[in-house]
């Protein structure tokens, strides 16, 4: 079978890979990499569950080709909390209840990082807006606006 050598950073840590032309990134981080936080719900880009940061941009890693994040920079929940302790964002969702069955918790989470390392201190509007993209079946979603308004707070 054919297949493309791929060297990317994950989390900082660099990969390389040969990976089948039409591999998923999600495939990869989950089934290569086992990076598990990156959910597969529906596969095809409408829900947000599968969300990771590429290069600061979020993206739905279940409608990215491996090969198309070479020379990239990719973060995942794995990724975020640092010496032992969890991602501001992390610790707002635990706080405020923003998380329930969690299937949406790393997407939403990865979603809000990259609004927060844009913006620290986003608007309720520019929050709804921005997780709008993500589907939460649980929470009702004011939980998780709240936690991302607190961990702006936080990490200013
Ligand atoms: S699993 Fe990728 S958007 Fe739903
Ligand atoms: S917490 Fe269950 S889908 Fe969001």
């Given at each position: 079978?054919?297949?493309?050598?791929?060297?990317f950073?994950?989390?900082?840590?660099?990969?390389?890979l040969?990976?089948?032309?039409?591999?998923?990134?999600?495939e990869?981080?989950?089934?290569?990499?086992d990076?598990i936080g990156?959910?597969?719900?529906c596969?095809?880009?409408?829900?947000?569950?599968?969300?990771v940061?590429?290069?600061?941009i979020p993206l739905?890693?279940?409608?990215?080709?491996t090969?198309?994040?070479?020379?990239?920079?990719?973060?995942t929940?794995?990724?975020?909390?640092?010496?032992?302790?969890l991602?501001?964002?992390q610790?707002?969702f635990?706080e405020?209840?923003?998380v329930?069955?969690?299937?949406?918790?790393?997407g939403?989470i990865?979603t809000?990082?990259a609004?927060l390392d844009?913006n620290?201190?986003?608007?309720?509007?520019?929050?709804?807006?921005?997780?709008?993209?993500?589907?939460?079946?649980?929470t009702?979603?004011k939980k998780?606006?709240e936690?991302?308004?607190?961990?702006?707070k936080?990490?200013l």
């Open positions: 079978m054919k297949t493309t050598k791929v060297t950073r994950v989390n900082d840590e660099k990969v390389t040969q990976v089948r032309p039409y591999e998923t990134l999600l990869t981080l989950r089934e290569r990499l990076l990156a959910k597969e719900a596969g095809m880009g409408s829900c947000g569950a599968c969300t940061v590429v290069n600061g739905r890693s279940c409608l990215v080709l090969p198309e994040v070479d020379g990239a920079s990719v973060t929940v794995e990724g975020l909390g640092k010496d032992g302790k991602h501001p964002l610790e707002a635990m405020k209840g923003a329930q069955c969690g299937f949406c918790t790393s939403m990865l809000a990082k609004l844009r620290k201190r986003p608007t309720k509007k520019e929050i709804i807006k921005t997780i709008s993209s993500n589907i939460c079946r649980c009702g979603y998780i606006v936690a991302v308004e607190e961990a702006g936080k990490s």
